[in-house]
């Protein structure tokens, strides 16, 4: 096989938060580390992070990790695996220190100690006086990380793969995990990378939905090619809407701005949230934010000649707190709305964001599957972080500013035990051709363009004349966001299973381009189509399966939390799109159980 091949002990797909904090880690620690990402480092989607990273330091409000803990089970709805919560909040700290000194330029408060603010679902004792546990480097956190760590991965000398396509994980047949088939994107020349271990940390997958606050490049490449491996994905109907997007446009008004002390309205000039959660009012978690204003619009009461979005009211605030602590949602909004926020509210409407489901993990990031006796083990070698992973620290619905430290945390305790892996496991094993073989056929389908198809006389020949790449995924978007949005039901989401199966199966004939030239671009869009194809199917079929309300989860049809029959995660498989369930880990490592209550703000 006239294909490149390179050897690793540590292959990380993906340069984001996740894949460079656990890259960092093992170049330290002198293993060869190779990083494939398909965007320059610093374009990975966590340089769009705004509001900042939760921590108990308790520099601005009292506070302890115990409490964090307990706001961030409370925030999941209970599916939160506890273990691994526990295992994150009281990381958080050290970890932001940590990054502190790898040079992140945090924002500061007068005595010279890190700057939190306020986020929702932040509470003192255990539901007690709002808390302010949000580390930010002003409203450009994710951008202050990135850099940093990308600066700190050159100087440990991590080898990058920048602007490289990965396309599938190959594997041996007893599912071993070996490496990575890749192209590069500019001279679509390909690669093989074999290692001993690998992470997958290729982020969230955003592009499933029309109005998202996600970067394009959001396609959850990772979580399709561990479908395609026959891993399953973990609560997959999970996604959460962010309250705050800019109507109609979906760029994310960062949480921060409540934070800071801005607050919703209605047309009536009405504080609504005063109605849906009393005590913390807009501090209330996202998915009771979003629900909120769904609500007040399907009720008549939103603003706008088509009442179609609720308003974000900061005009009240200090003209030098904005300037100050929210300088890039300013700018978003005096770009691409003409409004100055010091002046005048802000249009907004939820929008999709957050990935909570993804591949099962377990506080050491590795992968974890089911096994026949009824527990779960790890694939040996094989590790998840970062918003592909399901560790499940999130649950139902994640607490803003929990991702920024997800991330952090467990890509560093990725690095950690493949540190130790590797002690043991010092040879790379063979790699069957079959598995290169199948990764090949992928790509090959898309490598001459659909050109080939329109020409042959398969039946749906019709529709791969027609149909393109391109208006299949505004097709997908727009069937998501119908479908399977932040209210759900049986019936919807039963036309929503067949909607997206038959986007998948007019996939197969599509086009990419309407020249004779093909960019690799336009292969890319198709491969990550494919991907975000897999998912969709992953999402609404997850989504049909489960009866109740829980978190971002809201089924019209079943709307109260039902913990006796559905407090367990869902798997899906690929193969004939099967779901089975695991229990949830309720049990911590040191502290109680919290069991589960009402959830009210
Ligand atoms: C606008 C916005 C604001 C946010 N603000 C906050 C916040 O304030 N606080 C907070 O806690 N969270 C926030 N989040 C969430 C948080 O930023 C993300 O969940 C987190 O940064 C994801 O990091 P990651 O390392 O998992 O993935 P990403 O940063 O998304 O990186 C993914 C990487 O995978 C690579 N990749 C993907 N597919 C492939 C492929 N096929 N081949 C090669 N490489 C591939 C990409 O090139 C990229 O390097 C925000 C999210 C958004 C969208």
């Not at 561990?226 to 973990?234: D, E, K, S, T, V």
């Amino acid at each position: 096989m006239n294909i490149a091949q390179r050897k690793f002990d540590t292959l990380v797909i993906g340069a984001g938060g996740a894949g460079l904090r656990a890259a960092l880690q093992l170049s330290q620690a002198e293993a060869t580390v190779a990083v494939v990402s398909k965007v320059f480092p610093t374009r990975s989607h966590t340089v769009a992070a705004q509001g900042g990273m939760n921590a108990a330091l308790g520099n601005v409000t009292d506070d302890n990790w115990h409490w964090h803990m307990y706001d961030t089970v409370k925030g999941s709805d209970y599916l939160g695996d506890q273990d691994a919560i526990e295992y994150m909040c009281r990381a958080a700290p050290k970890t932001v220190v940590e990054l502190e000194h790898f040079g992140v330029p945090f924002s500061r408060l007068e005595n010279g100690s890190i700057y939190q603010r306020p986020f929702g679902g932040q509470s003192q004792n255990f539901g007690g006086e709002q808390a302010a546990r949000t580390c930010a480097a002003a409203d450009r956190t994710g951008h202050a990380m990135l850099h940093t760590l990308y600066q700190q991965n050159i100087n440990a000398k991590t080898h990058f793969f920048d602007e490289f396509f990965a396309v599938d994980l190959l594997k041996n047949k007893r599912g071993d995990i070996l490496g990575v088939l890749a192209f590069d994107i500019e001279s679509g020349e390909k690669i093989i990378i074999e290692a001993k271990t690998t992470l997958i940390a290729t982020g969230g997958a955003g592009q499933l939905f029309r109005t998202n606050t996600n970067a394009s490049i959001n396609t959850g490449d990772g979580l399709a090619m561990a479908l395609r491996a026959g891993i399953p994905l973990q609560d997959m109907e999970f996604f959460q809407f962010h309250p705050t997007g800019v109507a109609g446009k979906g760029m994310l008004i960062t949480e921060g701005v409540r934070g800071e002390g801005g607050y919703l309205i209605n047309a009536e000039g009405e504080r609504f949230m005063e109605r849906y959660a009393p005590h913390v009012k807009d501090l209330a978690s996202r998915d009771v934010v979003s629900r909120a204003i769904a609500i007040e619009i399907r009720e008549g009461r939103g603003c706008g000649p088509n009442k179609d979005y609720v308003l974000l009211k900061m005009d009240h605030l200090d003209a030098e707190v904005i300037k100050k602590r929210l300088p890039g949602i300013r700018d978003t909004c005096m770009t691409f709305l003409g409004i100055d926020p010091i002046d005048q509210p802000v249009p907004v409407f939820p929008t999709a964001h957050y990935t909570m489901g993804g591949i099962p993990t377990n506080k050491n990031a590795q992968v974890v599957v089911p096994v026949g006796t009824g527990g779960e083990e790890a694939i040996p070698g094989l590790y998840a972080a970062g918003e592909c992973a399901c560790a499940s620290v999130h649950g139902a619905n994640r607490l803003g500013g929990n991702s920024l430290l997800d991330i952090v945390v467990f890509g560093r305790a990725a690095g950690k035990h493949i540190i130790d892996y590797l002690k043991s496991h010092r040879r790379h094993q063979a790699l069957p051709d079959e598995s290169i073989e199948q990764a090949l056929q992928r790509l090959a389908h898309w490598e001459t363009g659909a050109l080939e198809h329109e020409s042959s006389d398969h039946e749906n020949s019709d529709h791969a004349k027609n149909v393109s790449v391109a208006q299949l995924k505004n097709r997908l978007q727009q069937v998501m966001e119908e479908y399977c949005g932040v209210f759900r039901t049986e019936d919807v989401l039963a036309e929503g299973v067949k909607a997206v199966q038959d986007i998948k199966d007019q996939l197969e004939y599509a086009h990419i381009s309407d020249h004779s030239s093909i960019f690799n671009t336009a292969r890319i869009e198709a491969l990550e189509l494919e991907n975000l194809v897999e998912l969709g199917l992953a999402t609404v079929t997850s989504a049909l399966a489960r009866q109740e309300s829980r978190g971002a989860h809201s089924r019209v049809d079943y709307q109260q939390r039902d913990d006796e029959r559905w407090m367990k995660h869902s798997l899906y498989y690929l193969q004939d799109n099967r779901l089975c369930y695991k229990p949830v880990r309720t049990k911590p490592m040191t502290v109680d159980t919290f069991p589960p209550k009402e959830r009210v703000y």
